[in-house]
């Protein structure tokens, strides 16, 4: 990215000037979520979409509809050594926690969801949405103590049961029903990225594996 006060180049992943009189600068993350619009507009009934700029359309400025058909066909190229422990444009959602940091492949997470797991010591759970696309990840823990919860088989929307209270918890890590009913979990960021950037820019990722809990 360019911007147009001072001419920088600002990397798209972290958000570090890289090129320009800002060289070093940072900007600061802002949370965000991808969603598919259906299920955020369930969620968010009475939320605002943006409207294309018709003339930038007309100008062929955005990206077409088909970008990720195209970009599959381009070679892949960055300055660190491709790690093959996936295919290079594999989806995977990356999670980093202070200097600790993994990559989950989405392919794992359409056969097992949720993921439970650890990353530097906190424990988090990765949930895919009803729709098999959106997904988020959570802090499994409430008031300090550590929760294991599992998905409610054959429900519709989706909701994950705590082991420990039994309490029913929704996709946005709400607690919907249960003697914790009302709490929420902590959010976590995470980043849907193709397998060689997330390593590129987290080169001591650790890769999450099935059964290797």
């Known amino acids: ?3 147009e006060e001072t001419g920088s180049w600002w990397q798209q992943v972290t958000g570090e000037a890289i090129y320009g009189p800002l060289k070093g600068q940072k900007l600061r993350p802002f949370f965000h979520d991808e969603l598919t619009f ?3 507009k369930q969620e968010k009934p009475q939320g605002r979409v943006l409207r294309p700029d018709e003339a930038l359309a007309r100008a062929g400025k955005y990206a077409p509809a088909n970008w990720e058909e ?3 066909k381009v070679p892949v190229t960055t300055s660190a050594t491709l790690d093959q422990a996936l295919d290079p444009r594999a989806l995977v959602i990356g999670v980093a926690i202070s200097n600790a940091s993994r990559a989950y492949p989405f392919d794992a997470l359409l056969k097992q969801s949720p ?3 650890e990353l530097d010591g906190v424990p988090i759970v990765i949930v895919l949405g009803d729709d098999k696309k959106s997904v988020r990840a959570f802090e499994s823990q409430i008031d300090g103590r550590k929760l294991e919860l599992l998905q409610k088989p054959n429900v519709t929307p989706l909701r994950l049961v705590d082991a420990e209270t ?3 918890w929704d996709f946005s890590g709400r607690a919907v029903s249960g003697p914790s009913a009302g709490k929420q979990l902590k959010q976590i960021p995470l980043l849907n ?3 060689f950037d997330w390593k590129t820019y987290h080169p001591k990722t650790t890769l999450y594996q099935l059964g290797n809990r």
Request: proline content about 0%.
């Open 1 to 3: 990215m360019r911007d």
């Open 38 to 40: 259906a299920l955020w």
């Open 70 to 72: 195209r970009m599959k």
């Open 115 to 117: 993921l439970v797991d």
């Open 166 to 168: 039994a309490s029913e």
């Open 193 to 195: 990225d193709y397998w």
